[in-house]
């Protein structure tokens, strides 16, 4: 199974900051690489697929980048509404695999 | 607009076996390049995926519970199902059914079920 790890587990940001949030995969897994956000009892959502793709109807304030082994996950003016829990997934094999979670809490 | 629905029971007994039942609406479960799958999370814990099924049948599982696990399809009532058998309490969790879209270059969730929460208990 591919490894996905996260970092950092959590962090505590204010509105208006930009966030990072790096997610390594145990091997090049090229660009298959999605980002969700999951709010307390809610389903995750899908903000970013393939890396870098942005998914319809998510604001063009996150973005994605990197390729084979390390990504991030870039916010680049925290909003009150995007303080939740990001999981990164890699789609390039089976059985696919999530990181950890990074918890974004407000400072 | 695709909407997924699961549904079961929400109390299992320990050593029986738990069995959902996903709905999809808003689009055919026999069209399209989609995987039909489950995934599961413990309160406060992260996101594990269980297994998938694609329209012909064909399936793919985790193989921490490959064992234990069987998903299948009815496309008649546009359905998808899981079972999970011999559970003990480390399967409590809410469990999510989910449509992942599959393309040359990415494979990814775009819809969810609201979730179930399944304890398993005496």
């Known amino acids: 199974d591919i490894q996905m790890t996260q970092s950092p587990s959590s962090l505590s940001a204010s509105v208006g900051d930009r966030v990072t949030i790096t997610c390594r995969a145990s091997?090049?897994?090229?660009?298959?690489l999605n980002w969700y956000q999951q709010k307390p009892g809610k389903a995750p959502k899908l903000l970013i697929y393939a890396a870098s793709s942005l998914q319809g109807g998510v604001p063009s304030r996150f973005s994605g980048s990197g390729s084979g082994t390390d990504f991030t996950l870039t916010i680049s003016s925290l909003q009150p509404e995007d303080f939740a829990t990001y999981y990164c997934q890699q789609s390039y094999s089976s059985p696919r695999t999530f990181g950890q979670g990074t918890k974004v809490e407000i400072k | 607009q695709v909407q997924l629905q699961e549904s079961g029971p929400g109390l299992v007994k320990p050593s029986q076996t738990l069995s959902l039942t996903c709905t999809v609406s808003?689009?055919?479960?026999?069209?399209?390049?989609?995987?039909w799958s489950w995934i599961r999370q413990p309160a406060g814990k992260g996101l594990e995926w269980i297994g998938r099924?694609?329209?012909?049948?064909?399936?793919n599982y985790n193989p921490s519970l490959k064992s234990r696990v069987t998903i299948s399809v009815d496309t008649s009532k546009n359905q998808f199902s899981l079972n999970l058998s011999s559970v003990t309490a480390a399967d409590t969790a809410v469990y999510y059914c989910a449509r992942e879209a599959y393309y040359d270059t990415s494979g990814h969730v775009d819809y969810w079920g609201q979730g179930t929460r399944v304890t398993v208990s005496s």
């Open positions: 808003g689009g055919s479960i026999s069209t399209g390049t989609y995987y």
């Open positions: 091997q090049s897994i090229s660009t298959y």
């Open positions: 099924i694609y329209n012909s049948g064909s399936t």
